[in-house]
């Protein structure tokens, strides 16, 4: 987006000029920092949809959650919590202080648990009328006309490199697909739908600070939120992977009971978020979005080659998560 239409969007708020400063933009959105008359916000330019029942939902959830730090809007002059110009929607939030929530330590992992706990049960207590976003187990409704296995069989150029792994992308769908109708029996409720560590925020100590970036909230499966996370640590690598589950289960445990429904189905709705996250990239590549972090066809690939990894580690400790997550129940 052109510093110009920034300025105008930002005439919306302000009647004088503000600074504008390029930061750390996420996968899916435009990020700016601006400064003006002394106090600091954050901008956020849409670039997955330009849909307002979507961004709607979010400010509900971010005006009405209690017992959670959690962004706080910035209203228009004329009052409302959104800018659409150019076909695109921009909101405007306060500036929180802190940094990218960085996991060194056991006790950050167990912050991270309780944390997720503390939010799961208080999303658990909201309802909201509009609908949002597909859950992460409706996959063909979410991603119409995906032709994921036609991805698979048939790649572009850019990911004939990637044919085995695409094999193991489209059996995760299959499998997953086939327990559709088991997910359905599980309990609902609001779900942040997108933690990870850039959509955190720690203070001096190490500690949550504040939950950013509730654009994906929607009700789906409770223990869906919880897959999110553990797919996460996953990511970082199979090195004492086990203490940092257990710290993060410890700290879960003290806020959240799961079932035992949920606790045996969580290694595949692991899978089902970086299905989720394969199939948003896919789409993103065919509309030829691109972030200002990395290529579009690079990032796609490390999502491909991440479900594969992870695919295999669940194969192989699968069981051994679930008797560790039954400390849940």
Not at 40 to 46: A, C, D, F, N
Not at 161 to 188: A, I
Request: a negative charge.
């Amino acid at each position: 987006m052109e510093l110009n239409q920034l300025k105008e969007i930002l005439a919306c708020y302000f009647l004088s000029d503000c600074q504008i400063h390029q930061g750390a933009s996420g996968m899916n959105n435009l990020t700016r920092f601006i400064e003006h008359e002394g106090k600091k916000y954050v901008l956020r330019v849409y670039q997955n949809h330009s849909d307002e029942n979507l961004v709607q939902v979010e400010q509900e959830i971010l005006k009405r959650i209690k017992g959670v730090p959690v962004p706080v809007l910035v209203p228009t002059m004329r009052g409302d919590y959104l800018v659409r110009l150019y076909d695109k929607i921009a909101v405007l939030f306060e500036y929180q202080e802190g940094v990218d929530l960085k996991l060194e330590r056991l006790d950050q992992y167990k912050n991270y648990g309780e944390m997720i706990g503390k939010l799961s049960r208080a999303l658990g207590k909201l309802e909201v009328d509009k609908e949002g976003y597909s859950p992460y187990y409706e996959l063909d409704e979410a991603y119409p006309n995906h032709q994921i296995c036609e991805f698979c069989q048939h790649p572009y150029e850019e990911f004939e490199s990637l044919h085995e792994e695409l094999k193991v992308v489209e059996r995760v769908y299959e499998d997953l697909m086939n327990l559709s109708e088991r997910f359905k029996t599980l309990p609902q409720q609001l779900i942040h739908g997108d933690i990870n560590s850039s959509n955190l925020l720690m203070d001096e100590a190490g500690m949550i600070s504040r939950i950013l970036d509730f654009e994906f909230v929607t009700k789906d499966l409770r223990a869906m939120e919880i897959a999110i996370c553990l797919s996460e640590i996953l990511s970082e690598g199979q090195d004492e992977v086990w203490p940092r589950l257990e710290a993060f289960i410890e700290g879960l445990k003290q806020s959240l009971q799961l079932t035992k429904e949920e606790t045996e189905v969580l290694p595949s709705l692991i899978l089902l978020r970086r299905l989720d996250v394969v199939m948003h990239f896919i789409v993103r590549y065919r509309r030829n979005i691109s972030s200002e972090i990395v290529g579009k066809g690079e990032f796609l690939s490390k999502q491909i080659v991440k479900l594969v990894e992870q695919s295999s580690w669940i194969e192989e400790n699968g069981n051994r998560l679930i008797e560790l997550l039954s400390n849940c129940e």
